[in-house]
């Protein structure tokens, strides 16, 4: 599966923003789904994961209660809904994908080419 994200940008703290990540094949809905991120001088980062079905969530504490990730298995696309922007919100964002039992935290091989967030104080 090859993943696209986009819907990155330069927003003001506050606001909000919404990523997508559309995936080539029509069988999206068998991968589990996350979202990493990779912060200016730092390594990437877990920030949210959801499960095939979109039942079952994870979100890292730093972004839970203002991002919300969703899925359209119709549409084979992801969302990544992100609400009240922080400065330290700025980084590439990653959609990655997953095959198997559903484990959050698990290894995610495949991953898409990444998406700018810039959030600006």
């Known amino acids: 599966v090859q993943l696209q994200a986009s819907g990155g940008g330069l927003v003001q703290a506050g606001t909000s923003l919404r990523l997508s990540c559309v995936a080539s094949?029509?069988?999206?809905?068998?991968?589990?789904m996350a979202w990493f991120r990779q912060r200016p001088g730092k390594g990437s980062e877990f920030v949210v994961a959801?499960?095939?079905?979109?039942?079952?969530?994870l979100y890292s504490d730093t972004v839970a209660g203002r991002f919300t990730i969703s899925r359209d298995n119709a549409k084979n696309t992801l969302y990544l809904q992100m609400n009240s922007l922080k400065p330290e919100d700025t980084g590439v964002y990653y959609c990655?994908?997953?095959?198997?039992?559903?484990?959050?935290?698990?290894?995610?091989?495949?991953w898409g080419q990444g998406t700018l967030v810039t959030v600006s104080s």
């Open positions: 959801i499960d095939r079905s979109g039942d079952k969530t």
């Open positions: 094949t029509d069988t999206f809905s068998l991968y589990h």
């Open positions: 990655a994908a997953r095959e198997g039992v559903y484990y959050a935290l698990g290894e995610y091989p495949t």
